[in-house]
């Protein structure tokens, strides 16, 4: 009897960590996104700091990730944003800028996106195309829009 208990309590046991690892990878298709999100993170944290020497090696390794996921499951709006995002964030703004226009013209309301390719604008002094992106997020009630505008009006 204990010993079919046991049997069952392993059963279970291996059931669920199985179960755990599949619903652990990312809504984009591997865990190559995840990785990628999880340096970003990182990068940002370091960057705030000034210390952005480190937070620029994090960015270039999340560029790996999610080039390697975005090879895999192609045209996903949060990996395009965060590919333009570490673009942008180690200056290749014009490469930035093409991925940030590949994920609106999949999803044009993508509050992130339209944050992030205004961001680029203020930083190309394109302010006019970063006010028409903030004009995108106006009715999203978001926290992009409020950063947005911040950024536009203390340029």
Known sequence: M????????????????????????????SSNYDKGAYLIKKAKKLEEKG???KANKRYKKALDYLIKSNEKKPNQPDTLNYLGFALR??????????????????KPDHPGINEYIGEL?????????????????KNCNCEEYNELKELIENR
């Open 2 to 29: 204990k010993k079919n208990l046991l049997a069952i309590v392993i059963f279970y046991f291996a059931l669920t960590l199985s179960s755990y690892g599949a619903a652990s990878s990312s809504s984009n298709g």
């Open 51 to 53: 210390k952005i020497e």
């Open 121 to 137: 604008y203020i930083q190309t002094n394109r302010i006019d195309l970063a006010k028409e992106r903030l004009n995108v997020l």
């Open 89 to 106: 964030k180690i200056g290749n703004f014009e490469e930035a800028e093409k991925y940030y226009l590949e994920g609106l013209g999949i």
